[in-house]
């Protein structure tokens, strides 16, 4: 698959949505380097893309480069604020820095946009490690761990 979208990415007539197939491919399978690679051949190409942002961004929290990241997606959020994959990104950065209160209000978000759609059952998904990890820093804290 990967070497069709080396070919089809160097075509004279490809197109922004090639790109963010090809970044979303490359992030499902777990090969980060052409992810991002495409990413930013995307964005060089196609500038104004919140999308590709968002992946890229979303890619950075991935690769834990919250600085990245942020900066990725506040670009996609300033193009676009209702891209569903940018506003779950912000929740899983707010998430990853054990921000739970931002995280939960971006996952509302992300479920406003895209109720019924993938981005809507990720972050269904994301709330319920949320839930769990705000009920293990409960526990702990009950127990006198964390002081």
């Known amino acids: 698959m990967f070497k069709i979208f080396r070919y089809l990415l160097k075509e004279s007539d490809v197109t922004e949505n090639d790109f963010i197939i090809a ?14 690679l495409w990413a930013n051949e995307g964005i060089e190409k196609f ?13 950075s929290l991935i ?12 670009q996609a959020f300033s193009m676009n604020a209702r891209n569903p994959v940018t506003t779950l990104g912000f929740a899983r950065l707010h998430f990853a820095k054990n921000n739970f209160t931002s995280a939960k209000e971006y996952i509302q978000s992300t479920k406003d946009i895209d109720p019924d ?4 059952e990720q972050a269904d998904e994301l709330l319920q490690k949320i839930i769990t990890s705000e009920h293990e820093t409960e ?7 964390i002081q």
């Open 23 to 36: 970044v979303h491919i490359a992030t499902e399978e777990n090969d980060r380097s052409k992810g991002f």
């Open 47 to 59: 500038p104004a893309s919140d999308m590709l942002y968002a992946l890229r961004g979303n890619l």
């Open 63 to 74: 690769n834990n480069n919250p600085e990245r990241a942020t900066e990725d997606l506040s």
């Open 117 to 120: 759609g993938l981005s809507g």
């Open 139 to 145: 526990t702990l804290s009950m127990t006198g761990i």
